[in-house]
């Protein structure tokens, strides 16, 4: 018989879209799959009508839209504090998915080794086999989400061409100090190892934490990938545009790797988020602002309902520990979640190298009304007590 490729034995389907489809099919409040449900901003609707009939309807540039890059470099030179060039330094690809892709393809040769963080948001492995590469795992040890020094030089020590940083990190919430990605930069450097970031919750930070770029740590911007996206920033999820930033040297080559891929993001999108990226400071803090009440909107029912979890410190993602509520199966305990309770999260052993099976995440990035719509549910966890009932496939 006629075989696909052995790459794909090494991973399965997105466990995380698979728990939306279970939440459509029992009509639950949707916690799983990470995107909000207001709207953009209204700068951004306005534009994007205007894009309508006046255009731009064909391909963009390969590697973006001048006017986008160059609000872009605008952007993020004023965010990381370091001068990024439109015209050298930037790619704009369709998410940050493609940013990622487009970066281990870019930094990996087959056979080559990955570090990847467990837990870790899923693509960061498929990412990992698909250009060919082996990822090798250090552990974020729950309940704060740490790493072992001693550990991470020993995954060093393996020659590593790349190492994966989510940071804000989903889906444990970590924002890893400046102290964290010094250490991580000196061993890059001491092994030459390129960084490859995902950086999409880079303003969904909450106090006392501080997003801390690692590409503007002395010596990393020659060997760092940022990749990110406007998906979180601005939420909209669905326009998939994202971009990488890295040095001239490395751009050309990702350049190559994102044309045959897809040739370009779309290009009335692009021309429509110039006005998202043209927002001044205040709609960060703002957006700050709002997610922080999110966060302690959802949190307030956690605790209410007695559940035990690690409190983020960025991105919208929270890891509640089921270990008491008699489930010896993550993927059981939110299959009967969704449809005993109404509310979906994903099993939290989709994101561990390590067999953890008494994790699940939730997220808040919703309007105060579903979280608490999800919230009164979740309470009912009091008085009902888990009690599996049948076999159900999260069908996909
Ligand atoms: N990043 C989001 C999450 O972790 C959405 C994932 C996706 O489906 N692309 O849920």
Redesign the pocket.
């Known amino acids: 018989m006629i075989s696909t490729s052995i790459r794909l034995k090494g991973f399965t389907e997105?466990v995380?879209?698979g728990m939306t489809r279970l939440s459509n099919k029992y009509d639950a409040v949707n916690l799983s799959?990470?995107?909000p449900d207001f709207d953009p901003p209204r700068e951004l609707l306005d534009a994007l009508q205007k894009c309508v009939y006046d255009g731009p309807h064909q391909y963009a540039v390969t590697w973006g839209a001048p006017n986008f890059r160059c609000a872009l470099a605008k952007k993020q030179t004023r965010f990381m504090g370091i001068t990024i060039d439109p015209d050298e330094n930037l790619v704009v690809t369709c998410g940050s998915?493609e940013a990622m892709m487009v970066a281990m393809m870019t930094a990996c040769n087959p056979g080559d080794k990955v570090i990847i963080f467990s837990p870790f948001?899923e693509n960061y492995v498929a990412d990992t086999i698909l250009s060919g590469a082996i990822p090798i795992y250090v552990g974020l040890r729950p309940p704060d989400f740490s790493f072992d020094p001693d550990e991470l030089r020993k995954a060093f020590e393996q020659r590593p061409k790349a190492l994966i940083l989510c940071n804000p990190s989903?889906?444990s919430g970590k924002v890893f100090t400046r102290q964290e990605l010094e250490l991580i930069a000196s061993l890059a450097r001491e092994f030459d190892t390129f960084v490859i970031t995902d950086e999409v919750y880079e303003h969904i930070v909450y106090e006392p934490s501080k997003h801390c770029y690692i590409a503007a740590l002395p010596g990393m911007f020659e060997r760092t990938i940022s990749c990110s996206s406007l998906s979180k920033t601005y939420s909209i999820t669905g326009w998939r545009l994202g971009y990488i930033i890295a040095s001239r040297t490395i751009i050309n080559e990702a350049r190559k790797v994102h044309d045959f891929l897809t040739v370009g993001a779309p290009a009335p999108l692009q021309e429509a988020a110039v006005a998202a990226l043209e927002l001044p400071d205040s709609y960060y803090a703002q957006l700050q602002k709002d997610y922080t009440h999110k966060r302690n909107v959802f949190l307030s029912y956690l605790d209410k309902a007695g559940l035990v979890y690690t409190k983020p410190q960025g991105a919208y993602y929270v890891m509640v520990d089921i270990s008491g509520m008699g489930c010896e199966s993550d993927v059981e305990f939110c299959e009967w979640l969704v449809r005993e309770i109404g509310v979906a999260a994903v099993p939290g052993s989709s994101f561990f190298n390590e067999p953890v099976k008494n994790m699940i995440r939730f997220?808040f990035a919703k309007k105060e009304e579903t979280l608490k719509k999800a919230g009164e549910r979740l309470l009912e966890l009091k008085s009902k007590s888990y009690s599996p009932r049948r076999k159900e496939g999260n069908e996909g």
């Open positions: 997105s995380i879209r799959q990470g995107f998915t948001y989903n889906p997220h």
